[in-house]
């Protein structure tokens, strides 16, 4: 089984933007503001969105199974407050999960969170609670910048992320790191701020004794990691000069990496430099490259050509990046699959 763990609804009818507009709108003038009940999606609406563009690729592709969650960019934890964002994500997760019950063998929801700058991450428990519990979705999006781009939360080594980890542990299930659109004119949203993010979020966990506290706590950080596989070399001397044990046990019974990685020198070194117990498949397809590369003729996010080119990678190594580490780190996903004997 080919399982994507980097799924997002990129593609959901445009009655939801229109909404999460009115309910932008309604901020500055609550005369507007939208109720949930104003929103109307058909589940025929929702079959040909999937059906016409991520399960067309799928099937393309190559792929099964794809873990599904809402649109990263489409979060903006930054807009309005707790209640704007407590309400939108309940939206989004719900659309995740009807797509989840419409293609059973195709999608498993992951849910965001409702976070907003300045507010208490234990505010995000209800809904995740509900995801987990009524949904079945099998992990979480954590936003490490609410601010969308400016930086004001604590790093996630903080105890205020606390009872969010708490929960995970709990359910176990685990974290994308994921952040969402930048409001920073300094940062363009998928070319900088999400790679920052994702190198920020490892040297966060890097400087901090977090997984002491969380030993079975499990971050995936998405699009390879960032810098984290190119400066490995960095980040293993700064590990030893702030007198921490080595990255293979400091960080990496915990820490995972996807290979939302668009070209083929970069999986090539993902797969040298990162040990393949810790690299899950993913493509973030229909994402943030969507192009054809003019070099190959393929698509940039078409990931699976690339794992199978790969001369350094034996057949049990994608296997394991396809299929096992998946299994393992989404215990959730495998409960699912099992009880469907998959």
């Known amino acids: 089984m080919i399982i994507d763990v980097h799924g997002h609804y990129t593609t959901a009818p445009k009655a939801l933007e229109t909404w999460r507009n009115q309910q932008i709108a309604g901020i500055k003038d609550p005369s507007v503001m939208p109720k949930v009940s104003d929103l109307k999606i058909s589940d025929d609406e929702l079959r040909e969105t999937i059906e016409l563009n991520q399960l067309a690729k799928m099937r393309e592709r190559g792929s099964d199974l794809t873990i599904f969650s809402p649109r990263a960019s489409f979060m903006a934890h930054h807009i309005g407050d707790f209640n704007v964002s407590s309400t939108w994500a309940a939206i989004c997760n719900e659309l995740c999960y009807r797509v989840s019950q419409l293609f059973p063998d195709h999608f498993v929801p992951a849910a965001m969170l409702p976070q907003s700058p300045g507010v ?55 974290a994308m790191v994921h952040v969402s659109t930048s409001c920073n004119a300094c940062f363009h949203t998928t070319g900088a701020h999400y790679l920052n993010a994702d190198t920020t979020a490892f040297m966060q966990c890097l400087t901090s004794d977090l997984f002491k506290d969380f030993p079975t706590l499990k971050f995936l950080i998405p699009h390879g990691g960032g810098a984290v596989p190119y400066h490995w070399g960095r980040f293993r001397g700064l590990a030893q000069e702030l007198k921490k044990p080595l990255l293979s046990e400091h960080l990496l019974n915990n820490i995972f990496f996807d290979t939302c990685v668009y070209h083929q020198p970069g999986i090539d070194l993902l797969t040298k430099v990162i040990p393949v117990k810790n690299i899950l498949f993913a493509s973030e397809m229909i994402g943030a490259v969507r192009g054809i590369d003019p070099e190959t003729g393929f698509y940039y996010d078409d990931t699976k050509r690339y794992i199978e080119a790969s001369t350094q990678l034996s057949a049990a190594e994608k296997q394991q990046i396809y299929e096992g580490n998946a299994r393992r780190v989404f215990a959730r996903l495998d409960q699912r699959l099992s009880a469907q004997g998959k």
Not at 136 to 164: A, C, E, F, Q
């Open 120 to 174: 208490d991450p234990a505010t995000c428990i209800p809904e995740l609670v509900k995801c987990v519990e009524q949904y079945g979705n099998v992990g979480i999006n954590l936003n490490p910048d609410p601010s969308g781009g400016h930086w004001t939360s604590p790093p996630l080594s903080d105890r205020s992320w606390y009872p969010i980890y708490e929960k995970m542990v709990e359910y176990d299930i685990p």
